[in-house]
């Protein structure tokens, strides 16, 4: 699951500090999410650019 770190992290996830994003097993996502020290990342695809009129 991907994840973002809302505080520094130190620890079984590594270092991580505020805004990074990473991937992390579901139970430890719950885990730091629970604890209020990440949020989900929802995978969306990026905007396509819009083509300039001319």
């Known amino acids: 699951m991907n994840v973002r770190a809302l505080a520094n992290i130190s620890g ?9 994003e990473f991937t992390v097993d579901a139970a430890t996502a719950k885990s730091l999410i629970e604890r209020g ?5 929802k995978n969306t695809p990026a905007q396509k650019a819009e083509k300039a009129k001319e």
């Open 37 to 41: 020290l990440a949020e989900e990342v």
């Open 12 to 20: 079984a996830v590594g270092e991580r500090t505020t805004g990074d």
